[in-house]
Nanobody
Framework: QVHLVESGGGSVQAGGSLRLSCERS????????MGWFRQAPGKEREGVAS????????YYDASVEGRFTISRDNAKRTLYLQMNSLKPEDSAIYYC???????????????????WGQGTQVTVSS
């Protein structure tokens, strides 16, 4: 069982920055493809960014490309999402996720991931 805990959410004005963190409960961090997702009220959960095992190849949704950066620290078992130039449309609950089932629907597909955190709220005001 993988336990994920997000932190770092909050309220910020448009143009500001936030850094989200996600700590995993297990020591071996690098064996899981990890991702960040978000869900706004009335909308489906969508993939924002993900990072592969091994070399750490990164993937981004077009809406955040160039503004968000995903990274991880294997020693600390922590995944990060640096969010810059935030926009009101970035407001959502952000979830950390881990993929270990072997099923692959793409790096930003909800169906690829089988472990989820509880989420952290991000609110961007105009």
């Amino acid at each position: 069982q993988v336990h994920l805990v997000e932190s770092g959410g909050g309220s910020v004005q448009a143009g500001g920055s936030l850094r989200l963190s996600c700590e995993r409960s297990e020591y071996t961090h690098s064996s899981y493809h990890m991702g960040w997702f978000r869900q706004a009220p009335g909308k489906e959960r969508e993939g924002v960014a993900s990072i592969s095992t091994g070399p750490g190849t990164t993937y981004y949704d077009a809406s955040v490309e160039g503004r968000f950066t995903i990274s991880r620290d294997n020693a600390k078992r922590t995944l990060y999402l640096q969010m810059n130039s935030l926009k009101p449309e970035d407001s959502a609950i952000y979830y950390c996720a881990a993929a270990s089932s072997g099923s692959w629907f793409g790096p930003l597909s909800v169906k690829t991931y089988n472990y989820w955190g509880q989420g952290t709220q991000v609110t961007v005001s105009s």
